[in-house]
């Protein structure tokens, strides 16, 4: 028996407004894409100053995907230094901005502008990807902030409701006990999450020793790179279906939603155009190899975004999907964060989520690179938080998890990198403030 198509076709269709009785097509698609990319450059050239400015000597006339390559690249320096330059509208009808502050210590927030009808494009989304995984019916735990209208949270829970759901917004997991407390009290048997904050409710154990054993449907993870250590867990832990979400706040917070071939991210493709790119020449990579996405927003009003650089990484998965979709598929994301060692030598979050949360006794940590004493030396403070007691034994594994990252290691023997832990017995999760995101903290250069 065949799976499920994703339940984003049906919905892109729709949204192309194809009359034809058959299904959707590749050069539907393409079609739509070229004309909604003309529209939004006809749009920025009229109304932004910054495109004005960029596009300045250009002839923005597209008639193929080739001639779009002429346009330079936006990138998110862009979004810190000129975010009012961008709009297209006047400021009285936005309805809501969003503050990204960067992950170092020092640098401006990234800013980004939203209309309704910006928003109204987000719920959509939400309403018809979570079809996917849910039913009318479900209840749907929403552990994402959700409090303020137009938060993820919110625009989420309104797309459930379309869907004939709900969504109990409950925000982000700060006490795993009273949130599986509620999950039972609420009849809830769908979870969208951050993939550590779920896997805090997998690992907790009551009074008794014992996991606490929960109806599930499926779980949605999003806003972090996942980790397959934690999606195998959890789908372990509670029999259920677990999907990836990929997306930004760029992109208008929903990028692309996995079906149930689990193989890669369908694309929202009625509202982004997706491009990968070597990033070093800037030119397309070829079909199905590894690059820099760059995304177009297609249906945006108050502040497009033309070959945005996204600054992950992925590629486009060649052949038909299980689900039988003409909708392209992109490969699960690496994560966004890099922090450099060398000049070429960089870590990210994945390389310790890969090692770390095979370990079951972890629940959550930190990663803070500082400046050593020496010069060209860097500190790795690892906090790591701990289901159960602190004990050499459970020390001894993190040590030896993270000499399985490879360029960790050779940063140790060769002294440019000096690793100080720190462990913590607790049955909470590491709260952070403003931001969701678990990145590296690097804090070099900033004494
Ligand atoms: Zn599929």
């Not at 690249?73 to 975010?83: A, G, S």
Request: proline share 3%; charged share 25%; with cysteine.
């Amino acid at each position: 028996m065949g799976i499920a198509t994703t339940s984003l076709e049906p919905w892109i269709k729709s949204k192309i407004g194809t009359d034809s009785s058959g299904g959707l097509t590749r050069k539907q698609i393409e079609d739509h894409q070229l004309t909604k990319i003309q529209e939004t450059i006809n749009l920025v050239t009229s109304q932004s100053r910054f495109y004005k400015r960029l596009y300045s000597g250009i002839d923005c006339k597209i008639a193929s995907f080739q001639d779009f390559l002429k346009l330079p690249f936006t990138t998110p320096e862009d979004l810190k230094n000129n975010p009012m330059d961008f709009l297209c509208v006047s400021q009285n009808d936005i309805s809501r901005i969003v503050t990204l502050q960067s992950s170092g210590t020092t640098g401006k927030p990234k800013r980004l502008f939203f209309t309704e009808a910006d928003q109204e494009l987000t719920i959509d989304f939400f309403h018809h990807g979570m079809l996917t995984l849910i039913r009318p019916k479900d209840r749907v735990l929403i552990m994402l902030p959700g409090e303020i209208p137009g938060s993820v949270g919110d625009l989420l829970r309104l797309g459930l409701e379309r869907a004939g759901a709900t969504g109990v917004v409950h925000g982000l997991v700060t006490d795993p006990e009273a949130t599986l407390e509620q999950i039972k009290r609420e009849n809830i048997n769908v979870l969208v999450g951050i993939p550590t904050q779920v896997l805090s409710l997998a690992r907790f154990k009551d009074s008794k020793g014992l996991s606490v054993s929960l109806n599930m449907r499926s779980v949605l993870l999003s806003t972090d790179y996942v980790p397959l250590a934690i999606v195998q867990e959890l789908e372990r832990a509670w029999s259920c279906k677990v999907f990836n979400h990929y997306g930004m706040t760029e992109m208008g917070l929903g990028g692309g939603l996995e079906c149930e071939g689990f193989c890669g991210y369908h694309l929202r493709e009625a509202d982004l155009y997706f491009e990968i790119i070597d990033p070093t020449s800037e030119r397309p990579v070829l079909e199905g190899q590894s690059g820099e996405v760059v995304i177009t927003t297609l249906t945006r009003s108050a502040m497009p975004l033309i070959r945005y650089r996204t600054g992950d990484r992925s590629r486009f998965i060649p052949g038909l999907c299980a689900c039988n979709t003409v909708l392209k598929r992109l490969d699960l994301i690496k994560s966004r964060d890099r922090v450099y060692l060398t000049q070429t030598d960089y870590l990210t979050m994945a390389d310790f989520d890969e090692v770390l949360f095979e370990l079951d006794d972890i629940l959550d940590f930190q990663v803070t690179l500082t400046d050593g004493m020496q010069e060209n030396e860097n500190y790795l403070q690892l906090d790591v938080q701990l289901k159960g007691h602190v004990t050499w034994e459970a020390k001894r594994n993190v040590i030896q998890a993270l000499d399985k990252i490879t360029l960790v290691k050779d940063a140790k023997q060769n002294g440019s990198l000096r690793a100080f832990f720190y462990l913590e017995a607790g049955s909470g999760v590491i709260s952070r403030k403003g931001t969701a995101k678990r990145q590296i903290q690097d804090k070099r250069g900033s004494a």
